[in-house]
């Protein structure tokens, strides 16, 4: 019955508004004309009984307005009207609601798509079964670095440790794939048997691979992913008729994995790791490893695990030296994953998170300049009886409507934000493909918005309904009064503006120089004009076969260069630039006398120190050098004489030979590099090149020994090739070559320009994006700054008027404006360089060839902020110098 | 039109609305004479407390109300006890009979 009752005054109240209010009209009016006639009846003169009356009621509206909040559904009925209200104030000031909702658009939509960028590579899980159980396991070398694992040292970490229910080793690479529709270059991955059980799925038709798959001279088999099947194995159910031609290996398909799964990144294919056999060395680290973890180990408890076992190995083997393990370490394979990314992703988010509190500050001045020309109305307001938290609660619903407006532009701004992000970002971010709009990024953009709106409202309605506004009332229009201490505010929050921006645009600065400085390198290797030709024939380990791919090669080169416009080709195992560059190791020097019989003696060997070197293993030809124009210092580069059959030569680096042989002569001398390729026969020096930054212009070029493709063949190659022809031409005529000699070998093309492009994409990517948050703070702060300075010289007309008719110069009104501005601007700089100063540490990880502090930065950007705000003072304080004494004095 | 008294003892005027109403119908005014007259002078009640308490209770369902004529002849709008009042007076009755002990207990308590 109470319900019914409660539900029927609600209703009467939401709907009967007009009736429910005369009644209440009418009776609080009665209950005063009672009074009256009680005053009369006990003598009171009439017109002092109704005064009397109206003093003992306290005010028809206030006493009306009481009533009101006591009502059933008032709080609801109140948002209603607040809302109304609310978008009344702001279809009143057009131009004012139309920039804050585009500066909160731009901010809220820029911080949700970075936060998209974000969420999608760093915090999303990955898409596996209790994805955070996933480990990846790396050794640690002596260096401190992580390396992959050798064959005997996984085998240890699979059968002594007691943390994972299952581990599992995996490499991935492309190879040429036939057999299916059409010839494929595929990424395969060759991984150990309980590869699928560490991510927790099965084949969603046929099986998983079995212990006797994995055996040494095991029947070849292999898993397919769903793509892989839909479109290249005609989406067959029946695998049993299924074989893949792969490395000269005919491969049973056994399984289909389930759509979607692609680990390690883009893998089609998974191969068993070991029918060829382990590889017996401790300092061959050709896997990576991913576990996971038994219910209830924790990741520190894996780590001692695994970090004993690998001690253990480090002081038992007979194998010494940089390259065997010193430790290993068990980290989420999410961070494993995304962890070189993190940095320059926390820097984004924190630089757009600035860009928010900037576009925020502006906002706030116009919701406070707004609030200054309501002080009347709210003062009436509250004479008639509202509450200041009913007043305050009219400034958040303003607010929520302007950010809930500008929020959902922003996100809508967001989907092609992020399309752009993608387009734009480094082809080395990960996990780009789980970059998108989703439900918890639109949960985040909601939460967003409704935060600004909170801060922005509470902060406009703190300082607007701060003080006794009813005296406002008494001091009418005149509007000075309470202006001094807003405008103190309007001014701080500039100051702020100004040092957030400075900021931001310290870190463009110090970024944008990195990049230039990086510009500024010399590679050491041409660019221009460079088309390049993946090429992966079988790997094998006959010698006969061998020797056959290296005529191979020998033939596509020379009919590669009766292409016209076609210069120079070359060949090299790895290009500068590209991710994972050459291959490094130990080589020693030695002379064919002392080349030891057996295996076990050169091991011996190794532990001779001043025997050994480290460099990376190039395989080139001859024309690798001329296509690129690495110079050759001294001594020659490979020619005719160096046939299969003829002394092996190889060609170092140049800081190779200033570092390993220092005030001598390598030319001549024989070094032993066979761990790199299994080929034990000595290599002569025959000459010296030039140093190439092969790993980026940002890192150190790296000591290089180059061998003779022709005489030390390889299955997966890089063709160069030098061409003044239409690059079109070239790789439709290289493609008909490849074809013709062996119609089995697919190729990719690319222009070398791009894959150096794509090198420098992570710095670009930073660049642009910092670079243009720091834009749009820049010109938000410069309207700030205007903002404020015009909104300060017309509210302070009269008094300037005042001063113009004492006998002030138009000069001194200029110099009183500017004076007030630049102390603004110069407590805004002075935070801002403190701040940059304590916060540019952060990208030190990012820049190149500046310092966190680099002057020429910080004292060109402080020149710019302060120039740009300085002419924005100056606008209005040209206005200033113009007041008319007379108006400004009538002016009220 | 001071307020903070009344929602200190917002159940105390509750209780003397209801008991007010207990012998019958009454305006707005006369709820507030009666008031003023069964505590001895002790509560005077402002429209500021009385009206937003009376619509509140109307709302709860104690009470309902009805447009009729004053001593007067004057349009006035009367409140009267509904049945979930008179159990609610004696909800608050029964509840004001404990805390006037249990504050009476607490002051005598040495």
Redesign the interface.
Known sequence: ??LL??AR?FLRNFFSTRRVEA??D???H??L???T??NLRAGVPPAEAHRAARM????VE??KE??R????GNWFRSVLSDCRYGLRQLRKNPGATAVMIFTLALAIGATTAIFSVIYGVLLRPLPYNDSDRIMAVFEVNSKGGWSHLADPNFDDFRDQNRSFQAIAKHSAYVVSVSGASQPTRTMVARVSPDFLRVFGIQPILGRDFTASDAKKGAGPTVLASYGYWKQNLGSSPDLSQLHLKINNALYAVIGVLPAGFRFPADVDLWLPADLDGENQSRTAHNYSAVGRLRDGVSVEQANRDISAIARRIHDTSSEQGDYLLKDGIVLPLQESITGKARPALLVLLGAVGFLLLVACANVANLLLAQAAARNRELAIRSALGAERGRLVRQFLTEALLLALVGGGLGVLGAYWGVAGLIGLAPQNLPRLDSVSISIPILVFALLLSTAVAATLGLFTAVRATSGDLRRDLGEGGRGQAGSQSSQRVGRAIVAAQIAITLVLVVGAGLLGRSLMKVLEVNPGFRVDKIVTMDVSLPWVEDPKVKASQAVFFSSLVDRLKQIPGVRKVGAISGLPMVEGGLPDGMFQVMTQNEMPKTIDGLAAMFQQKERLGVADFGVATDGYFETLGIPLIRGRIFDERDGPNSPHVAVISESLARDRWPNQDPIGHTIEFGNMDGDLRLLTIVGIVGDIHEYGLDAPPRPTVYVNLFQRPRAAITVTMLSDADTRLVTSAARGIVQDLNPEIPVKFQTFAQVYSASLGSRRFNVILIGFFGIVALLLATAGVFGVMAYSVCRRTREIGVRVALGAGSSDVLRMILGQGLRTIFVGVAIGIAGSLALTRTVASLLFGVTATDPVTFGGVTLLLVGIALLACFIPARRATKVDPMVALRYE | MNSEPTSLLQGTLDLLILKSLIAGELHGLGVSHRIRQITGGTFVVKPGSLFPALHRMEEEGWISSFWGESENNRRAKYYRLSKAGRKQLEVETKRWGRVSWAIGQALEAS
């Open positions: 019955m109470p009752m409660k005054s009644d209440l009418q009776e609080v009665a209950h004309e009672m009074l006639e009680e003992e009621l306290g005010g206030q006493v009481q009533v909040q006591e009502r059933m």
